[in-house]
């Protein structure tokens, strides 16, 4: 795993990670496989991959079922998932409100 800068959450931040937490943050809601694949943009497999990463760390859960004849998988944000999510997003915006040192270049 690459260092990620202070603050920032080193589960949540590859970007497969981070647009199924954007996604799973807006509420308490289950949401649907399909849904999140559709979303984020990401293949069966790395939507399966991910979610899988975030719910060892505890920071989703996942529910299998069906519906019918078909079977079905539902995703939500735990309270530490949340927690956490929210941390990364504060770090993210500190970084964006950093303002660059104008004097330091590259031969500085």
Known sequence: MTDTPVGLD????PLPKLSICA???????WVDFR?????TGLSDSMVSKHSRALEEAGYI????????RRPRTWFRMTPLGQDRYSGHVAALQQL?????????GPDA
């Not at 859960?61 to 019918?68: L, N, P, S």
């Not at 964006?96 to 330091?104: G, K, M, T, Y």
């Open 35 to 39: 849904t999140v694949r559709e979303a």
């Open 61 to 68: 859960e996942i529910r299998k079922g069906g519906t019918g």
């Open 10 to 13: 080193p589960v949540i931040h």
């Open 23 to 29: 996604l799973l943050a807006a509420g308490p809601q």
């Open 96 to 104: 964006l409100q950093h303002e660059p040192d104008q004097n330091a």
